[in-house]
């Protein structure tokens, strides 16, 4: 076993000892941290302007579709896709639900629907939800590079 050791030392070259990572190598990932957290805050604000300037309206659930998730071989548990119609200055306007629900939706049933006025296309189902990536992802990935790059800088 120590020959092997010393054949992959000997191939790889003569090694020192650890002197830690290179501050280039530190300030790359505090640049790349502090991007992802800036980021984080613009689509926060840009959600919030969304939400406010949105409009809130009762849609009909018109149809459901029904589709399995790939691991579900048997097809035993379908996850259901309602698309509800919505009017807005008396034109109409389908969305389809973005994540499945586990039970089955009536149609007739009446469900929120939150849009942006000057673009009924733009348009999300419920009341509080708004379109787009969820600002949380880039806040935690942020901060766990900072994080990172804290603990090998001081290592």
Do not use: C
């Not at 459901?64 to 379908?78: L, M, N, T, Y």
């Not at 896709?81 to 149609?107: T, W």
Request: no cysteine; net charge positive; proline share 5%.
């Amino acid at each position: 076993m120590e020959n092997i050791l010393n054949s992959i030392f000997l191939i790889s070259g003569k090694h020192g000892a650890f002197t830690g990572v290179p501050p280039t190598v530190m300030a790359g990932f505090a640049v790349v941290s502090a991007s992802l957290i800036v980021l984080g805050i613009y689509l926060t604000q840009k959600r919030r302007a969304w939400y406010q300037h949105s409009m809130l309206t009762q849609g009909e659930i018109v149809e459901v579709s029904k589709r399995f998730d790939r691991g579900d071989r048997r097809g035993q548990h379908p996850m259901f896709f309602p698309v509800v119609s919505f009017s807005v200055n008396d034109r109409q306007f389908k969305i389809e639900a973005d994540k499945g629900m586990a039970m089955l939706s009536q149609i007739g049933q009446k469900m929120s629907v939150r849009y942006n006025p000057e673009n009924p296309y733009e348009s999300v189902l419920g009341e509080s939800n708004v379109p787009g990536i969820k600002p949380s992802v880039f806040y935690v990935l942020g901060i766990g590079m900072m994080l990172a790059s804290a603990v090998l800088m001081f290592k």
